[in-house]
């Protein structure tokens, strides 16, 4: 699990200050989506953990929220517009990136969000794309993995998020999977998901997934 959390934050993770991330600019997009997925059993036993909630009491103190996530190219034409706000409902959703890609390859940033929640936010990976031995080894985490990337979640704000890369799908590689955002607040725990994927890869993503 170390190795895992490693390999993501050295290849996926620009960490910067805590200073709070620049939001300007940003065009706005609202997405309505009806797909749900569970989250693993294991993974809500570590959240119970950090959120100090003991499991006869978990799910009465489990409130889902919206969640925002933010584009940004680095590579100009890889987005289809250069800074992107897509604002999911409550309990998040999925995100087809394919979607709003431009007509370019490179790299960008992706960063995820709860608004108007000001208690520290915390975050879980749970990677859904194939481990691929013919490949680096920091791509493809394999089915199921779950990571806790938290530790470094408020520091990679100041360069604007997550990096990726769209070339030759390296982007899902990386980061296909499930994002589960949440945080304490009094007795309430807020948790919000985000699903990334790319359709235009589905020989990269674990059966059942897409």
């Known amino acids: 699990m170390k190795a895992f959390a490693a390999i993501i934050f050295a290849t996926a993770f620009a960490i910067g200050c805590s200073d709070g991330p620049d939001r300007e600019g940003y065009s706005e997009i609202s ?4 797909v749900e ?3 693993p059993r294991q993974l809500w036993d570590r959240i119970e953990d950090k959120s100090a ?5 978990v799910d009465s103190h489990i409130r889902f929220v919206g969640v925002d996530v933010f584009l940004q190219e680095i590579n100009e034409g890889v987005l289809q517009k250069p800074r992107l706000k ?3 409902p409550a309990g998040g959703g999925e995100l087809n990136l394919s979607d709003y890609f431009g007509d ?3 790299s960008f940033r992706i960063d995820f969000e709860m608004p108007d929640v000001e208690e520290a936010q915390s975050i879980f990976y749970v990677s859904q794309v194939k481990k691929s031995a013919d490949l680096d080894d920091s791509l493809g985490a394999g ?3 779950i990571g806790d990337l938290s530790s470094g979640f408020a520091k990679w704000r100041k360069e604007g998020g997550l990096k990726l890369n769209s070339t030759r799908g390296r982007h899902a590689r990386v980061a296909g999977g499930d994002f589960v955002i949440f945080a304490k607040q009094e007795d309430k725990t807020l948790i919000s998901r985000v699903s990334l994927l790319d359709r235009s890869f589905p020989e990269l993503f674990c059966k059942g997934y897409l």
């Open 31 to 34: 997405v309505e989506t009806s």
């Open 37 to 39: 997925r569970k989250i």
């Open 53 to 57: 909630a003991s499991p006869a009491t």
């Open 86 to 88: 897509i604002r999911m």
């Open 104 to 106: 370019t390859n490179g």
């Open 143 to 145: 089915c199921g993995l």
